[in-house]
Every structure is written in C-alpha cells, then in structure tokens.
C-alpha cells in the first residue's frame, strides 16, 4: 500500500556532501511519520533521523547529528536526507521508511529497498 523508493546515492570523499531522496506513494506524509535508517558492513540496521507526521518534529542520532538534515517536498511526496561533511564511518546502505503509532520509529511499518552510500577516506 505504501511504496517507498530511495535514490541518490554514490561514491564521495570524506567531507563531501550528498543529498538522499525518497519518493513516496499517495498520501503518506498526512498518515505516516517518516524517518532514515542505515545498515553499515557488519553491523545491525540503526536509526538515522526521523521526521514525525506534521513534520513539526525532527530526531537524529548522534552520530550525524549537526551534520545531517531530514526535510521534506509535500507536493512532491519525497523526503530527503542532506549529508554533509560526510565521514567514512557513514558508509552503509541508507534506509527510507514509515510508520506511526507507539511502535514508531522502533518497528517501520514499511521500508524502501536502500541507497548505497559510500565515503572513500
């Protein structure tokens, strides 16, 4: 029912930028808060940023916290990820999902096929 598609991402250097986009079906930001995840080599899949269903609350993990943006074009239905001064401990398959209720962002309800982010040192 909710289709999430990812793109923009590619190979940069360290301290470089990148800009993630989701495009997203119907009407999911009215109904769905929307949010990032990443799964690095090796590691478990872990939260990035999130934006809540009026878009009036934005969350981020620490790790890229000042340096990464989640935003989004309602008209557009897309929610974007702004990475800048990228590091390479930032490489991993970049996630978009959706969900809402208390699960949230605990257990997305729906998840995008991932975008590969790569940052050479």
């Known amino acids: 029912q909710v289709q999430l598609v990812e793109s923009g991402g590619g190979l940069v250097q360290a301290g470089d930028s990148l800009r993630l986009s989701c495009a997203a079906s119907?009407?999911?930001?009215?109904?769905?808060?929307m949010g990032w995840f990443r799964q690095a080599p090796g590691k478990e899949r872990e939260f990035v940023a999130a934006?809540?269903?009026?878009?009036?609350?934005?969350d981020y993990a620490d790790s890229v916290k000042d340096r990464f943006t989640i935003s989004t074009n309602i008209a557009k239905n897309t929610l974007y990820l702004q990475m800048n001064s990228l590091k390479p401990e930032d490489t991993a398959v970049y996630y978009c999902?959706?969900?809402?209720?208390?699960?949230?962002?605990?257990?997305?309800?729906?998840w995008g096929q991932g975008t590969q982010v790569t940052v050479s040192s």
């Open positions: 999902a959706a969900g809402r209720g208390s699960t949230w962002p605990g257990s997305p309800e729906y």
């Open positions: 119907g009407r999911t930001f009215s109904s769905y808060a």
């Open positions: 934006l809540d269903w009026g878009g009036l609350r934005r």
